[in-house]
């Protein structure tokens, strides 16, 4: 059994072709592919997404118990997080709070291209150093 899981994703800008549409629910999002469960991940969820212009979440949502990491990488926009508006661009990293409100929007020309992490709240027990270790050994490249 190998130590991890690859997939291939087609272009970022490519992403329209995946939609999602829970059964049961009036949501149809385009452009949005969840990687949970093609990469067997096991404490996060990441969803790869893409809003062309004019276009977003147009309802509010929330969680119960995970927080989110959006990490913008191309385009503008604008989210509203509670009742607090703002702008979002290229560079852009916003944690949200698994009880607030979120929604956005992309108010540019140019597709609104975002990776979304879901963890559990306080579930990360060790990070950076404290969990990582230098092992013995001499990589290809080098």
Do not use: C
Request: aromatic share 10%; no cysteine; hydrophobic share 35%.
């Amino acid at each position: 059994m190998k130590n991890y899981q690859k997939q291939d994703i087609e272009k970022l800008n490519e992403l329209n072709q995946y939609v999602f549409a829970p059964e049961g629910m009036p949501i149809k999002i385009e452009g949005k592919l969840f990687l949970g469960e093609r990469l067997g991940l096991t404490s996060t969820e990441v969803s790869l997404n893409k809003d062309n212009p004019g276009t977003g979440i147009n309802f509010y949502h929330r969680h119960r118990s995970n927080e989110e990491l959006y990490i913008f990488l191309s385009g503008k926009g604008e989210m509203v997080i509670d009742d607090e508006h703002f702008s979002i661009e290229e560079g852009t990293a916003v944690r949200v709070q698994p009880k607030a409100k979120r929604a956005w929007w992309n108010t540019g020309q140019e597709d609104l291209v975002y990776i979304v992490i879901q963890a559990p709240s306080g579930g990360l027990k060790t990070s950076g150093l404290e969990d990582g270790e230098i092992i013995e050994g001499v990589v290809p490249w080098t």
